[in-house]
Nanobody
Framework: VQLQASGGGLVQAGGSLRLSCAASGRTFSNYAMGWFRQAPGKEREFVAAISWSGGSTYYADSVKGRFTISRDNAKNTVYLQMNSLKPEDTAVYYC?????????????????WGKGTLVTVSS
């Protein structure tokens, strides 16, 4: 699976962005998907995950209630809607694919990674 994330940019605190991750190659609907982020000087961290069907979603506590992960299997795309953005959300955001959504939510089992997209939230 090849993954390409897009949609990052500069936004003011309180604003919104929607990230997209387009997949190609193997059957997208066979994979659970996740979003991770890495801020400058920090380790990569889990943000959100979604099962292959979209029926189960998981979020990091820091984004719960503000971010929403979704997917469109017909378009081979997973999304991350980010609302009420904060300066601490500034990071490079990566999408990943794996077989088990709970694995992704716990930071393991990612088989494929996309290149990141930068999100900068100004105060």
């Amino acid at each position: 699976v090849q993954l390409q994330a897009s949609g990052g940019g500069l936004v003011q605190a309180g604003g919104s962005l929607r990230l997209s991750c387009a997949a190609s190659g193997r059957t997208f609907s066979n994979y659970a998907m996740g979003w991770f982020r890495q801020a400058p000087g920090k380790e990569r961290e889990f943000v959100a995950a979604i099962s292959w069907s979209g029926g189960s979603t998981y979020y990091a506590d820091s984004v719960k209630g503000r971010f929403t992960i979704s997917r469109d299997n017909a378009k081979n795309t997973v999304y991350l809607q980010m609302n009420s953005l904060k300066p601490e959300d500034t990071a490079v955001y990566y999408c990943a694919a794996g077989r088990v959504v709970l694995g992704i939510a716990n930071g393991y089992g990612m088989d494929y990674w996309g290149k990141g997209t930068l999100v900068t939230v100004s105060s």
